[in-house]
């Protein structure tokens, strides 16, 4: 069989890992929901009591999307299939603006809130075969699977509308209103693998920063 028609099978298979995935995080989510008796639109009685619960297999503790070691192992298998079969594929790298001042400025219980905020965002306003992940305190990524770069500043844009439209009510009432920086990044021929592809989205993300932020740049081939 040529590799041609594996291509199918293989984006398939990798879309379901990725649904697995998801369903696991939507499970992680709804159980997280009944032990703090929250709605998604307001701080959590206790978002700190969410770090003692278990993880799901590949979730980050906090927020359940993908942590960045399934996310450096999704990319990887499909920057290689993307590369192979000459298919678009591109990632954002997302960083939540003034995360430290945010957290000096409102505590650690409320900068958690917002990053399960941010989360939920992601999941919500992304495809459902695309794969967010948290790799770091206030930086996250999404990966998307056949999408080229114009599509990719759409989702871009997308995001950061929506998180800033948006802000976290807290149980005072008192409206966080937060923002995001977003970098994109194309795979072409100088991405010598994922994690290349993934720095060029991370140095767009730094120049978004630089510029004022609340704002996407992308990678310049």
């Given amino acids: 069989m040529s590799d041609y028609l594996l291509l199918p099978f293989a984006i398939g298979l990798l879309f379901l890992l990725w649904q697995n995935h998801r369903q696991s995080r939507a499970l992680f989510e709804y159980r997280h929901r009944l032990a703090l008796h929250h709605d998604d639109l307001s701080l959590p009685r206790s978002a700190g009591a969410i770090r003692d619960a278990p993880p799901g297999h ?78 770091e305190e206030a930086e996250f990524a999404a990966l998307l699977l056949e999408t080229p770069r114009a599509r990719a500043l759409e989702a871009a844009e997308r995001i950061r ?33 994922f994690s290349s592809l993934l720095g060029a989205a991370d140095k767009a993300l730094g120049r978004a920063w630089v510029s004022g932020r609340n704002r996407i740049e992308a990678d310049n081939p």
Wanted: proline share 3%; hydrophobic share 45%; net charge negative.
């Fill in 58 to 135: 590949g979730s980050d503790l906090l927020t359940g999307l993908a942590d960045k070691a399934h996310c450096l192992a999704r990319g990887h298998e499909a920057f290689e299939l993307a590369r192979r079969h000459k298919r678009p594929l591109s990632v954002l790298k997302i960083g939540l603006d003034d995360s430290r001042l945010l957290r000096e400025q409102l505590g650690h219980e409320v900068g958690d809130a917002v990053l399960l905020r941010l989360a939920r965002l992601l999941d919500i306003t992304l495809r459902l075969g695309d794969l967010p992940a948290r790799l």
């Fill in 161 to 193: 509308e929506a998180v800033e439209n948006a802000p976290l009510t807290l149980e005072n009432g008192v409206l966080v209103t937060f923002t995001v920086s977003i970098g994109a990044a194309e795979l072409h021929d100088s991405h010598v693998d």
